[in-house]
């Protein structure tokens, strides 16, 4: 009976340590998801405003190019360090050199044939009805050379999260590169460069940013190496990169199909219907991606957490840590998805002349987003659980319905029909890995818990964002309104809620910092 209890009572220190590692490393990329998420809007501000809508549509398609594309360079394998790389630390530190030496080959390998791919295929762009064609094709072009150094540098920071370098991964990934874009960008289009000449701005902090990123995996390897007192060998043996090659392949699969799912419905818009349009869809679509802040905060620190409690086969561990950092996602990632939607026309005027008319679609988007969050972090479980094969089934079904609602949709309906697409998608590529995550591994999420995680923005957020809209209407005032009657509430009823809803962690973590 007391070795029952002492499991028991282990089993909670065990759990509740993880809730706090989870509060710590949540805070520190948190805090940089938000600095990636403040300089992408400024990246799209900065292209919306200088060159316009088409000019804007332009660098963005040849950004959701290199974007797609180069989640297929990396083969998989920024994704397979992050699952291998704990595994590693817990049984076989000397194979964490080799493992690293022989990413880095595969997704060099792979970026250099993608590069070559993109340069071959970009003229497609040219050989459309629109003005602007020739344009695409040539910034495509530019950026595609990129693509090498881009996955390595991905690769990296994979290795990176995976050691449990949390801060390095945020200051290079999440701070350093999207700060330096934006202000690169400014400066190449202020100064009267042409679309090439900015997209190949945006592409250029990319060997600054691998140079860091090498630099900070090797310090990382070599402490591990000296804590375990071993020195590792270059090249892994078989049955390492036979491990690697067996995740990562399904994952390249799963990784280019999730990132076409983000970004290809910009291409297609851009496609269908032109350069101006695409530029409003972009934007739009883009101030969602920069209100992911929450989802990409988590799931830099869980995934790795995933993979070893899962290795050490603590699923009640897991099951915990994943139903508390889904209740953490609903209720801090869906507030400013119930701004946006709410005052949409309002920041899309922020962007310049015509940009409004994507209202609808940003609405459409962040109803998409809210939803899907109440899944939490489900992919990083399926993924970490080994069966990347499964996420990149899900991914190729979500694809394919996505393309044909954009083909179906976009003629009619323009940037709504596009958002529409892609919001169901999401819901049903989170419907599928949860399904998928009960039957293998035997853990559900808690809807009770998550739904009254949700419940708490609904009611001091959404409902009061619609009646200071509905009293003031879609105006820049009824935004700061609105907003600051939503924080107030908001965190009033967090303060009197906090251990229904975890906070104790974060409040604990936040005093110490």
Known sequence: ???????????????????????????????????????GFALTVVLARILGDAGSGVVLQAIAVFTVVLSFARAGMDSAAVWIMPRLVHSDVGGIRGAISYMFVVSAVSGAICSIIVAVAAPVFAATSHADGGLVAEAV???????????????????????????PYVAVGSVGLPTVRPIAVA???????????????????????????????????RRHERAAGVTGTWWPKKPLRQQIFRYALPRTLSAGLEQSLIWFDVILVGLISGSATAGIYGG????????????????????????ALLHLNKLRQLEDLYRTAAMWLVLFGAPLYFLLGVFAPVVLGWLGPG??????????????????????????????????????????????????????????????????????????????????????????????????????PILTVGVPAMIVRLLLGATLLGLIVGSVISIVLFLTWCRFDRRRLHLADLALMARSR
């Open 187 to 221: 400066l190449v289009a202020t100064a009267g460069g042409s679309f090439a000449a900015v997209t190949l701005a945006w592409s250029f902090p990319l060997p600054a940013a691998l140079i860091a990123s090498v630099f900070v995996l090797r310090s990382q390897i």
């Open 141 to 167: 072009t530019l950026a595609g050379w990129f693509i090498p150094l881009g996955a390595l540098q991905l690769v990296a920071m994979g290795a990176t999260r995976g050691l449990g370098g949390v801060l």
């Open 284 to 307: 739009a679509s883009r101030f969602v991606a920069a209100g992911l802040v929450v989802d990409s905060a988590l799931r830099v620190v869980v995934s790795p957490r995933f993979s």
């Open 355 to 456: 940009f409004d008319t994507g209202s609808v679609a940003l609405a459409i988007l962040c109803g998409g987003a809210i939803l899907t969050f109440a899944a939490g972090n489900i992919h990083s479980v399926l993924l970490m659980s080994g069966r990347s094969g499964w996420g990149a089934f899900n991914k190729a079904v979500v694809l394919a319905i996505n393309i044909i609602g954009n083909l179906i949709l976009v003629p009619i309906a323009g940037p709504a029909g596009a958002a529409s697409a892609w919001a169901f998608c999401m819901l049903l590529d989170a419907v599928l890995a949860a399904i998928e995550v009960r039957r293998f591994l035997g853990v559900r999420l808690n809807l009770t818990s998550v739904g009254y995680a949700l419940l708490v």
């Open 1 to 39: 009976m007391s070795a029952v209890g002492d499991a028991g009572s282990s089993d909670g220190v065990e759990a509740g340590s993880d809730r706090r590692d989870l509060a710590r490393g949540g805070i520190t990329s948190f805090v940089g998801s938000l600095i990636s998420a403040i300089m």
